[in-house]
Every structure is written in structure tokens, then in C-alpha cells.
């Protein structure tokens, strides 16, 4: 009883400190990005109802970890820092989010609340790092985000429209923040091109219906 007695303070006293006991890492801070709320004055307004699924992504960047690159053949991944949620999922988020902010569609959700859907979009998440030079050292890196996007028409489930929207975004230094804003800056840029080439596709889809021989 008196051991554990003597133990108590000292634990007190290194959490109070700021410090981590042997085998508990300190949580990893956690970042989010934001969805795109500006959009050109000429969308269309859309009446179909489009539900949008989680992007594929392969297995290094279909996670919560915050992606980087030094050589075209390597990933890895920043320290002590995450994602709120894992890439796919979180852009899934924020792709709802970007069209709901266009004020021009009818109805859009994620693809797991069960509504009725006239078109579905399916997209590939292919880039999402932060890349550095090889070359020039202590350059800061340029956020790469590269996402292909197809707008499948129900209940056919043909494809109608297929675009890929890339965006490279040089970071202002190499200080985390500055990073964290050119990953903001660059999906924003792609989320922008494609809401809109969605909403121009699916409004043309609703005045022509599928194409023929799908």
C-alpha cells in the first residue's frame, strides 16, 4: 500500500508536467479540412437526386494518417499528427458538403442513407500527399491531390460522364500550418472543378436522359 502511495504523486506530478509515461504516446493532433462555398454564377440548377460514395483509395492514403512524399516510389507519413477522420471518409464529407454550399441540387447525401438516387458518383481518390523536391533540399513541398470522378446514371448504372481534376499547391514554407493550407487550398481547387463539372454533366443528362447503348 505504501508503494502504491509513493507512485501517485509521481504520476501526478508527470502528467501535470506534460510528460508521457513509458509505452503511452501523447494523442496525435488532429486536422480537418474545409468544403468549397464558391462556385461560378452559371451553374444549373439540378432536380436529380445524386448520392455520392466514399472515394476508392489505395491502401497508403485510405487512411487518418497525413500523407508525404520524397521519391516517386516511397510514402510516408508526418509524426504526432492526423486526419479527423480517414481520407476517403473525410472527403466524402466535405464533397456533400461542397455541393449542398453550390445551392444548386435538388437533393445530394452519402450513399449509405438509403435514399433513392438518379445518379450516383463513384470517384477515386489517387493523389493526397504532400511532396517534396528531391533535388533543391529544405524546399517546402507542394500538396498533390488527384481525384477521377464518374457520374453513373440509375437505375441503368451506366456510366455517363468520367473526368480526373488534379491540383498541385506549393506550400508557402515548410512549417506544418502552411502545409495544412496548401492541402486545404489544393482539394478546395479540385472540389470547386468538380462540383461543377458534375452539376453541368447531370443537367445535361436531365435534358437528353442516358446515352444511348449503355
Not at 498541385?168 to 468538380?194: H, N, Q
Amino acid at each position: 500500500m505504501r508503494r502504491a502511495l509513493l507512485i501517485l504523486p509521481v504520476l501526478a506530478t508527470l502528467l501535470a508536467g506534460g510528460c508521457s509515461l513509458p509505452g503511452f504516446a501523447p494523442p496525435p493532433k488532429l486536422y480537418t479540412l474545409t468544403p468549397k462555398n464558391t462556385f461560378t454564377d452559371s451553374l444549373p440548377a439540378v432536380r436529380a437526386q445524386i448520392l455520392i460514395e466514399p472515394p476508392v483509395a489505395a491502401a497508403g492514403i485510405d487512411t487518418a494518417r497525413i500523407a508525404l512524399s520524397r521519391a516517386v516510389t516511397s510514402l510516408d507519413y508526418f509524426a504526432d499528427v492526423a486526419w479527423t477522420d480517414r481520407a476517403p471518409a473525410m472527403i466524402q464529407t466535405l464533397m456533400v458538403e461542397s455541393f449542398e454550399n453550390s445551392g444548386k441540387i435538388i437533393s445530394v447525401g452519402r450513399d449509405t442513407i438509403g435514399l433513392r438516387s438518379d445518379i450516383i458518383l463513384k470517384s477515386e481518390l489517387r493523389e493526397f500527399q504532400a511532396e517534396y523536391d528531391t533535388v533543391v533540399d529544405n524546399a517546402p513541398p507542394r500538396v498533390h491531390v488527384r481525384i477521377n470522378a464518374k457520374l453513373v446514371a440509375m437505375p441503368r448504372r451506366s456510366i455517363e460522364a468520367s473526368k480526373t481534376f488534379e491540383q498541385l499547391e506549393p506550400a508557402r514554407s515548410g512549417g506544418f500550418d502552411d502545409i495544412i493550407t496548401a492541402y486545404d487550398e489544393a482539394l478546395g481547387k479540385v472540389l470547386r472543378r468538380l462540383v461543377e463539372w458534375s452539376l453541368a454533366e447531370a443537367a445535361k443528362l436531365g435534358r437528353e436522359g442516358p446515352r444511348q447503348g449503355s
